[in-house]
């Protein structure tokens, strides 16, 4: 489905690079693709045997990362008993209560419907943080998120998720509830690691030990043998952490310290470990993240729609963190794209850093957050940024000798029209740009704003009849 073919991409209003400073636009307006790697740029000739794709009017990016998600939940956004609920509730209202109603067809639906919303967007690498697993589970779900990535053409990275401790007694929930043994959950991680993880710098396929949450998905013991079989297997880690006050006050509870130094006590920070949200740290915290070269998936919709907060991305930088962007869930994001997460990420941190702005008559030294962030460091953030926290080298910038994964935006929408800039008009004016192509190592997943292949009304269909399908089911298990 998907071959590799040379390719002349001409005449770029545009082409930010995902590099930083002076490197971060490139003039083209041309690029060369041959053997699925970046060959020139410039202004260039064509040459006998390669296709051109025309990007006149169009702003080429590096195609997004996506360093946090969870496909499974495709099927239940904007799910009611959820809809304004804070993180903790909003678990138990939605993902948790519609677990045990998925069977192989749905999951694989909601897979499908949630990387092509994502390929539609212009990203090019996923990482899910699959952690939708029990005891006895009838279906291979890591078999099924692979297989749909690949038919899709995207890079996928399978952060595999579970737990082996709940907050409840076992025997009180349902099978679909029940936590792993660490045994097995470690069993099948090494299974997924031989095959399926590629540690090439521009891998398709990569695997990564990820318990669902490092403070209350495991133990301490536990904890610190997943980090080190991770090591010994030469994969990374990845977990969510302080999305919320309850992890602070969780960790103080349990541990008697903040949630960063209980992952650092089980040798949970480092360059091979990313923490999804980091919305609420303390400035020792930032330093001891960044001190050790640990990594950021901001997820900045999400993080609003629960209410959660917003984290401090400058500071994180400046301190050390490596910067990446993640959509999260779709149950708390109704817009899980990377083209609205970069659009939120670029506003939210001005706006983070406004809040902080105070009279000067009472000390304050500025008047507002308009410098906290700009596109092309969002757009670093989402791209280079990405890569390098799954330590996918290869990818992320548009550089000769680079994965050619770029994405090619046509600005024919009105939101556009009047762009003094072109290039910031897909992250700066939000919405979704016409994607005239998306490439992944070469291979051309998208054309002319349609995935080859997809009846997209067809897709539809089905997502509305899971929906109520779903929804039966969760009703009888309750």
Request: proline share 5%; net charge negative; hydrophobic share 45%.
């Amino acid at each position: 489905m998907h071959t590799n073919t040379n390719w002349l991409i001409r005449n770029a209003s545009a082409i930010l690079t995902g590099l930083s400073g002076d490197q971060a636009r490139h003039a083209g307006p041309d690029i060369r693709v041959v053997d699925g790697r970046i060959a020139a740029l410039g202004m260039l000739a064509p040459q006998a045997g390669e296709a051109v794709i025309d990007a006149r009017d169009c702003v080429i990016y590096p195609a997004w990362v996506n360093t946090h998600h969870h496909l499974f939940q495709s099927l239940l956004k904007g799910e009611p008993q959820g809809l304004n609920q804070t993180l903790t509730p909003w678990l138990a209202a939605t993902p948790y209560r519609f677990r045990g109603a998925f069977d192989e067809d749905s999951f694989r639906l909601a897979a499908r419907i949630g990387l092509v919303e994502l390929v539609r967007s212009g990203c090019g690498t996923v990482a899910d943080h699959h952690y939708l697993y029990y005891p006895g589970m009838p279906f291979d779900s890591a078999a099924i998120l692979f297989e749909e990535a690949e038919a899709l053409g995207v890079r996928f990275v399978l952060c595999r998720g579970g737990a082996t401790q709940t907050r409840q007694l076992e025997a009180d929930l349902p099978q679909a509830l029940r936590p792993e043994r660490i045994e097995n959950y470690l069993a099948d991680v090494e299974r997924l690691v031989a095959a399926y993880h590629d540690p090439a710098a521009d891998a398709w396929r990569r695997v990564v030990m990820a318990p669902t949450t490092t403070l209350h998905s495991t133990t301490p013991e536990e904890l610190r043998l997943t980090a080190d079989v991770a090591r010994r297997l030469g994969i990374r880690l990845h977990s969510h952490l302080s999305e919320t006050v309850d992890y602070l006050d969780a960790a103080r509870a349990k541990f008697g310290m903040t949630p960063v130094q209980f992952c650092a006590e089980q040798g949970w920070v480092g360059s091979d470990v990313w923490f999804a949200h980091l919305v609420k740290l303390l400035p020792e915290e930032i330093r001891l993240l960044g001190e050790t070269g640990t990594g950021i998936a901001s997820c900045p919709q999400s993080n609003g729609r629960l209410g959660s907060g917003i984290a401090d991305l400058p500071a994180l930088e400046t301190a050390g963190v490596a910067v990446s962007l993640g959509v999260d869930g779709a149950a708390s994001n109704e817009a899980a794209d990377m083209q609205s997460e970069a659009h939120a990420a670029w506003l939210l941190q001005r706006a983070r850093k406004g809040e902080r702005a105070q009279p000067r008559h009472e000390g304050g030294t500025f008047e507002g957050g308009a410098d906290a962030a700009s596109i092309e460091d969002v757009l670093r953030w989402g791209t280079a940024g990405g890569a390098k926290v799954l330590g996918l080298d290869a990818i992320g910038t548009l550089q000769v000798g680079q994965a050619a994964d770029l994405a090619v935006y046509r600005l024919d929408d009105p939101r556009y029209f009047g762009l003094h800039d072109p290039a910031i008009g897909p992250i700066a004016s939000g919405g979704r740009a016409h994607l005239q192509a998306l490439l992944v190592g070469g291979r051309r997943v998208v054309e002319d704003d349609v995935v080859p292949g997809l009846d997209m009304a067809e897709l539809g269909c089905c997502a509305r009849e899971a929906v109520e399908r779903l929804a039966q089911r969760a009703e009888a298990l309750a």
